[in-house]
């Protein structure tokens, strides 16, 4: 590898520096938004459950391996598959990424416009009623104000268009300008926040049944679905299955250590994603006539809770709008992971100067999410349609399951573990997680993968 090509690629300032970033594409809405929502739809606790062993025994491992793939091929996934195998079929692997991203961007985008929307809302004092409000009424009122927004096509789309208009740029900056320096300082004070939030609402009266909900598995409620969509959740949250810690790992520094780095970041995500649900539960549990048996989750769950919880903090308005700021950039932080395969897929492959294809792609993922951000109510035929829900099922969880199927199966047959081991020891000469990583890549992730997205097939044939 001649140094100027690593000069022009960039690389990461240190191994922190990575986790950091990695931690920032990992940490994001996905544990915000839609892990609370997921637990809210499958099953409570059982689904926490279920995808805490799905980060460890299946997260972990894809995670090591698109590291490790991407560290020795250095390059974006079309261009990792092609440099360990040229010229076979597997590249059609990494451009199943490139366009898996762009379609996640689509709807991701729409929602970290919301949180650009309620920054605004915060900080002109919108929610400060709701401390006036018993619980019911606040349910109610903070309801609504989501409905009437996310129904507004004018504002959503000046949201969403702030939200790639800034993704754009940080990524048209490059890696050590633009994504290092911003998660650096940015991660560390999210999590601060989150953690005064989630003492808050832990110390709501009554906040026991909303913990019970979250914290004590029932096991009537587990099924083929709660294993499908936690396993989808460990991927979607952890950045895996389209490459982009493949693209991120074609940065690391071959003397890093890729196996602690990869579990600093699972353990740093599935954290954010624990404490958001303390918020979201005890909170969303002490309005009284929402009650856990007959609870279902909408899309907007964290968006109708999360204003409750701040209209009782003291000082809440400044803290809300602090903790939306927050939001807004774990959001982008990953928006911008999300933006970042397709960019260097394009630079990589097609010699593309890195602004020219982080405006190309940052404004075809804005035509693309015009039908996602027009999806809730706005306009009816995308509302019927329920596109954002369905592009997260198909690309959230679907292809991502396939594309971490073919990750592991690669890794494994076509690459060899022997080959992938030798990448891994430059940097960590005792891997003492060796035979469970080993046993993982090699059968249990493929398998359990295999038979989920069989049983989605078959539910979604026999509808
Ligand atoms: N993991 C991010 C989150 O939880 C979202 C994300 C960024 C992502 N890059 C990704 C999801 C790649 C899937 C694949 O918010």
Known sequence: MDSQELNQRGNWGSKIAFIFAAS?????????????MMVGLKGGAIFVL??????????????????????????????????IKP?????????????????????????????????????????R?????????????????????????????????????????????????????????????????IIILAVRALTLPGAETGLSFYLKPKLSEFNADV???????????????????????????????????????????????????????PTLFTTPGISPDKFQAETGLMFQVLPIVISKMPGGNIFGILFFILLLIAALTSTISLLEVPTAYLIDERNWKRSKAAFVIGLSSFLLAIPSALSHEAVKIFTK???????????????????????????????KTKNALKEIESGNKHFSLKPFWLINIKFLAPIVIFIILIFIIIKTITG
């Open 87 to 127: 010229g076979s079929p597997w590249k059609l692997v990494g451009y199943m990424g490139v366009i898996t991203g762009v379609f996640i961007l689509s709807y991701y985008a729409v929602v970290a416009g919301w949180a650009a929307g309620y920054l605004y809302k915060t900080t002109i004092g919108t929610f």
């Open 129 to 193: 009623r709701l401390s006036t409000f018993s619980g019911e009424e606040a349910w109610e009122v903070s309801d609504i104000i989501f409905k009437n927004f996310s129904a507004n096509p004018l504002e959503v789309l000046i949201c969403l268009f702030i939200v790639i208009a800034l993704t754009t740029f940080v990524i048209s900056k490059g890696v050590k300008g633009g994504i290092e320096r911003w998660s650096k300082i940015l991660m560390p004070a999210l999590f601060f926040l």
């Open 50 to 83: 279920t995808y805490i062993l799905s980060v460890i025994f299946i997260g972990f491992t894809v995670m090591l391996a698109e590291l490790t793939i991407g560290r020795h091929a250095k390059k974006n996934p079309v261009g990792a598959f092609n440099f």
């Open 385 to 415: 349609l329920k596109i954002m829900a369905n592009m997260d099922l198909i690309f959230g969880n679907i292809m991502l399951a396939i594309g971490a199927l073919f990750i592991s199966i690669f890794l494994s047959y076509s690459w």
């Open 24 to 36: 920032g594409s990992a940490i994001g809405l996905g544990n915000i938004w839609r892990f609370p």
């Open 227 to 281: 294993i499908f969509f936690a396993v989808g959740q460990a991927f979607f949250s952890l950045s895996l299955g389209m490459g982009t810690m493949m693209t991120y790992g074609s940065y690391i520094s071959k003397k890093d250590n890729l196996v602690s780095s990869a579990g600093w970041v699972c353990f740093s995500d599935v954290l954010v994603a624990l404490l958001a649900g303390i918020i979201i539960f």
